[in-house]
């Protein structure tokens, strides 16, 4: 591990002054990540700028929506009353990722900043442009089931590890951040990541000394009868081979609105508006989900090892949908 500094800051002002001043500074929270890569030299900041102090711990909830601080801890969203009556898979998405002792110290705002578990981008002598751009990317060639098929470019194709981020994006969730001239602007969570491209060391839109400071989530009627599901090699801390994120709004048999998140396939957290456009207006029955599965994985291009991703991806899809609307007739029979 590299030298850094320490410093911890009492107020917004305070840790947007510390990390501007700072080349090599960053805003520290659980670190349930960040520590880990400093430890393999992957990443080394110079300062390290805790947020902890800074009032961004509240859940807040009007008629428009909830607001989640950027430092409220992943087990307390996922455990509060609101979300799990209002963002079901908001707090399944949560408690399907990592394990109790990580959810209690891992933040939300660190959540959306989590690095890619590629063993090719923790390895220093790998080559990975994301971490040395233009050095390459041995996992085009080399170990890649794990790896995504969807958004990837031939630099890059580190799958986004996030549970929570899938659930965010199929909900419109909006993150608000801010800046030390007082700027602050609000992100669509849809829009807040970067595909890799030619320039898959830059993962998100934000600036130097940006500061996330909540993630708004409006709330839609489609939202409430919401679910996620995660495939995973083993059922305790692994991260996903493939996931969705899926909220419906049936009428008469038909589905009014759709929302489909897709995680594990993806180089961002991925929002297939292909499979919700083909499930809007359908009956919502298995032959509309199968439709609307191979809509999503329409345009994956797998690698050696990672084929096996498209067609699980569309199960996991067609059988999250199946078990959504398994709760709706369980719920109907007990009204």
Known sequence: ????????????????????QQPGAVFFAG????????????????????????????IETDDAGITIGANVRNSDAAHHPLIRERLPVLAEALLAGASAQLRNMASMAGNLM?????????????????????????AISGENRMHAVLGTSELCIATHPSDLCVALVALNA????QW????????????FYLLPGDTPNRETVLEKGELITQIHIPFDSVNRRSHYLKVRDRASYEFALT???????????????????LGGVGTVPWRSHEAEKVLQGEPAGRHTFAAAAEAALAGARPRRLNALKVELAKRTLILALEELMARKGKRQQEK
């Open 1 to 20: 591990m590299q030298p850094f500094s320490y410093t911890s800051a009492d107020s917004v002002a305070a840790a947007l002054q510390a990390v501007d």
């Open 31 to 58: 670190g349930t990540t960040l520590l880990d890569l400093m430890k393999l030299d992957v990443v080394t900041p110079a300062q390290l700028v805790d947020i902890n102090r800074l009032p961004l711990s509240s």
């Open 114 to 138: 989590q690095k890619t578990r590629c063993a090719y981008y923790r390895d220093v002598n790998a080559a990975c442009n994301k971490r040395n751009p233009g050095s390459g990317c041995n």
């Open 174 to 177: 909006v993150v608000r951040t």
């Open 180 to 191: 030390q001239n007082g700027h602050a602007r609000s992100i669509p969570l849809n829009e």
């Open 243 to 261: 996931s969705a994120a899926v909220a419906l709004e049936i009428q008469n048999g038909g589905v009014v609105k759709a929302r489909v998140g």
